[in-house]
């Protein structure tokens, strides 16, 4: 329970919450600058953008189960794409940085960046949810 009132950032709301120097002690350095700063990774620099293999992909973070890879395809962007997230996986805000109206995905369960979503995916939904490799860690099917 809170005593005292702090400014409302958005980290605070989620069902994880760690310190900065917690996250920074936990995390690589690019995840820790993507997922806890908002960063973007350079394009085909993820191993994930290759991965083929059935599985799901995690928040690097906090584990949590994202994107199923079913829904993975390739957008030719150089970041892991995918159409559909898991159910109640991620969250969207509206990013304004870079003079740019974007939506902004982020873990549900840590409020960890991963990426933006964009309305120029493929069927069924036409969502192009636009990840960082470096913000999630791919678990093959069968080794949960
Ligand atoms: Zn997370």
Redesign the pocket.
């Given at each position: 329970m809170a005593l005292f009132k702090r400014d409302a950032a958005p980290e605070e709301t989620y069902p994880?919450q760690k310190s900065e120097a917690e996250w920074r002690a936990s995390l690589s350095p690019e995840a820790f600058r993507v997922l806890r700063q908002h960063g973007t990774e350079r394009p085909g620099t993820s191993p994930l953008n290759a991965e083929k293999r059935r599985g799901t992909f995690l928040?690097a973070?906090?584990?949590?189960a994202l994107f199923e890879s079913g829904t993975k395809f390739e957008s030719g962007t150089g970041w892991p794409s995918f159409w559909q997230p898991l159910p109640d996986a991620v969250g969207t805000t509206t990013d304004r940085s870079f003079f740019m109206t974007r939506t902004e995905v982020h873990?549900a369960?840590?409020?960890?960046h991963l990426g933006h979503v964009f309305p120029d995916g493929p069927p069924p939904t036409g969502q192009r949810y636009c990840m960082n490799g470096a913000a999630m860690r791919f678990e093959p099917e069968g080794t949960g």
């Open positions: 994880v928040c973070a906090c584990g949590q873990c369960n840590c409020g960890g």
